[in-house]
């Protein structure tokens, strides 16, 4: 797909060496789902949030989650305005077409609770009133998995509305050397024009429903998915709205590769991102092993489709 390689590309500029990253975000975005980046500070978490929202010439806003921060800071408040003699909505930050919630586990569980209605409804309630959050809207939230002093964990719940989590990671040597050349003398995130509009993305969160699914696919998604639910080592295994976004994902990668069907490739390349954070490990299973390498245990043992007719 041309516009989605343009994407890329511009992106690219910018973020240096993340090819995989910068696909599976591209792909959080089709499928309209949110994604959560846990990493070390100084990883380009910020950076990759506002070159994705200049590239697709959408609006950006900056959330910086602290424990005294409240839910009308991000959703806005209803004052009463003396002159017009009436009460009026002044909306917060949550208004954007791409939202970063930076350190999201810093702030207190009821704050964390008030993303839960913008992230799964597209819109937000103050007072009586309820708002209607731009299309498309996508949350970046990020966790620093090093520091755990005055951080409150993200609940289950919450957990579950984002569609991946992600790590960035640490460049290698020959991309931080790049990395330092094409910052030298200029800045490049100052030159970065839009390639893409806001109107072109929500066509391609479209078409990408469109793709394809068999009914072996959708098999072996759910013998995944019941397996996370009986799994000896598992407390608590992915959700119906797991499966979903799951299915999506499979959709937007197979569109993204330009093909008008799935294939079992897209859902073990795509599982270990959207069930991994989703998946309670049991006292035993934490002793044993952790959620990343119990859910590639799971694909492991089960048999791969491989007679898909298009």
């Not at 975005?29 to 929202?53: C, Y």
């Not at 989650?65 to 930050?93: A, V, W």
């Given at each position: ?8 590309s511009?992106?690219g500029k910018?973020i ?5 990253v910068i ?5 959080s ?25 200049k ?13 005294d921060?409240?839910?009308?800071d ?5 004052f ?22 930076d350190e ?7 704050t ?22 731009p ?11 090093i520091?755990s ?15 991946m989590k992600?790590?960035?990671g ?23 024009d839009a ?13 990408v ?9 959708q ?28 299915m ?7 569109y ?8 079992p490739?897209?859902?073990l ?17 934490s002793?044993r ?10 694909l ?6 491989v007679?898909?007719?298009?």
């Amino acid at each position: 797909m041309e516009l989605i390689q343009i994407l890329r590309s511009n992106i690219g500029k910018i973020i240096i060496g993340k090819e995989e990253v910068i696909n599976l975000v591209i792909t959080s975005i089709l499928s309209k789902g949110h994604v959560l980046l846990e990493d070390v500070p100084g990883t380009g978490k910020t950076l990759l949030a506002k070159t994705l929202a200049k590239s697709i010439g959408g609006s950006f806003r900056r959330i910086q989650f602290t424990p005294d921060i409240l839910p009308s800071d991000i959703t806005g408040i209803e004052f009463f305005n003396p002159k017009s003699i009436e009460f009026e909505s002044r909306l917060g930050p949550l208004m954007a077409n791409i939202v970063l919630a930076d350190e999201i586990n810093r702030a207190m569980p009821r704050t964390q609770a008030s993303l839960l209605e913008a992230m799964e409804e597209r819109q937000i309630t103050i007072e009586a009133t309820t708002h209607k959050l731009p299309d498309p809207f996508f949350v970046i939230a990020t966790q620093n998995p090093i520091e755990s002093q005055g951080t409150f964990p993200l609940p289950e719940a919450q957990l579950d509305r984002f569609f991946m989590k992600l790590s960035v990671g640490y460049p290698t040597f020959e991309e931080e050397k790049a990395m330092m050349n094409r910052f030298v003398t200029k800045e490049p995130y100052a030159e970065l024009d839009a390639v893409v509009s806001v109107e072109d993305i929500h066509r391609l969160q479209e078409e990408v429903k469109y793709v394809k699914i068999h009914d072996a696919i959708q098999d072996y998604i759910l013998q995944i998915v019941h397996r996370t639910r009986s799994h000896e080592y598992i407390e608590h295994g992915v959700s119906p709205r797991a499966t979903l976004a799951l299915m999506r994902g499979i959709q937007a990668r197979a569109y993204m590769n330009n093909r008008t069907y799935c294939i079992p490739e897209d859902v073990l390349h795509l599982v270990p991102y959207v069930f991994s954070h989703r998946i309670v490990l049991s006292l035993e299973g934490s002793l044993r092993s952790n959620q990343e390498d119990m859910i590639q245990s799971i694909l492991d043992e089960i048999d791969v489709p491989v007679e898909i007719s298009k």
